[in-house]
C-alpha cells in the first residue's frame, strides 16, 4: 500500500461508502464532500503501512471528522421555540428512524430532523451502529469512550427518537416537579441535586445570538447551571415546542428560555435561547400564571 496510485484508487473504491456515512451523520451532502475531502488529506499525511484495516481506519476518520463537524457552532441547528404556556394534554409519539432508513437510501426529511435532536455522540453511536452495522468496539475509538458507555448513548439515542415501544401519554405532572425542582436546585447552587435530575450524558445547546455554545455532561452543565442561579431565581416554568421549559425574566424582560427533553426520569437535553431578537413577543405569553 505504499504507492500513492494504488492508495488513491483504495480510497476511490471505499469513498461511496465514506459518503453515504458522512452524509448521514451531517444531513449535507455538501459537508460530506468536505468531510471525505479532510479523510483523504490525513491518509495522505500518515505512513500507510501502520494501517492494518484500512476500511476500518477510513471510518474511524470520516466520523472523527464529522464529529468534529457536528460539534462546531454552525451546525446549531435552529428551532421554532413556540412558546405556550403548561396545559397537561399528551404529547405524540415519535416514529422509529431505523425503520425510515432501511426503506430507503434516500435521505428523508423525517429522518433528519430526527436526527437533528441527538447529541453529536448520540447521533455517531446510532448511525455508525444501527444504519451501517459498525461494531461497538470500533465506533469506542471513534468517540473515545468504553465500549459499554457508546452502547448506552446508542440505546438512549434510539429511545430519544422513537419514544419508548408502548405508546405513553407524558406525565406533564411529573415534568412540572422536575422542572420546578431544576430551578430550586439552580437556585440553591445545589450541584447533587442538579446531578440527581441530569442523564450523565447529557447536552446543552444555547443560541446567544451572535454565538452559540454546546456543553456536554452532567457535571458541566450543572456547574453552569450553578452559576446560572440568579436566573433561575426570576425564572417561571413554561412549555416550548410541547416541551418542559422555563423563561427567565429580568425587569419585565424574556432574556433566555430553556426547553428539557425528559427520558427515563432524568433530562437528556437541554436547549437555550439567549438571543434578544428572537425573544422578542415571548413575554406577552408570561403575562398570566402557566400554571
Known sequence: MTDRRILARRFET????????ATRLLSSPADADDAIQETWLRLERIDVTTIDNLEAWLTTVVSRVSLDMLRTPRRTREQ???????????????ADPADLV?????ISTALLVLLDTLSPAERIALVLHDVFGRPFDEI???LDRSSDAVRQLASRARRRVRGSDEPRATDRGKERRMVDAWLIAARDGDLTALLSLLDDGATLRADYGTSTQIVEGARAIAEQAVLSGRLA????P????GRPGVAAVMRGVVVSIMAFDVVDDRIVALDVLADPSRLTGVGAVLDTDPR
Open 14 to 21: 471505499e469513498r461511496p461508502r465514506l459518503r453515504a456515512i
Open 80 to 94: 421554532s421555540w413556540q412558546v405556550e404556556q403548561w396545559r397537561d394534554e399528551p404529547a405524540a409519539v415519535d
Open 102 to 106: 432501511l426503506q430507503s437510501d434516500r
Open 140 to 142: 469506542a475509538e471513534v
Open 233 to 236: 431565581a426570576h425564572s417561571t
Open 238 to 241: 413554561i412549555r416550548i415546542d
